[in-house]
């Protein structure tokens, strides 16, 4: 099978999808492999700035709690 023959499978096999919960796992899925695709490594020097400007904005009291964040996407895949 070419890759424009599995390109048009896969785009009629999601065209038939009827249950909105998997479509919804399919685009997750795709977004994370793009997340993985773009990723490009950082140098130490910029690490350690994020660092930095990470602790400022803690300290700052500027961040979500880990329970805010969960019920938040909890919220959006329901």
Known sequence: MTLDQRKIHL???VLQLEDESL???VE???RNVRMNIEFKPITLE???KRLDCSEK???A????SATDLL?????ILK
Do not use: N
């Open 11 to 13: 785009a009629q096999s």
């Open 23 to 25: 479509l919804q796992k």
């Open 28 to 30: 997750d899925l795709l």
């Open 46 to 48: 910029e690490l350690h």
């Open 57 to 59: 904005e803690f300290e």
């Open 61 to 64: 009291g500027e961040f979500v």
């Open 71 to 75: 019920a938040k996407y909890r919220r």
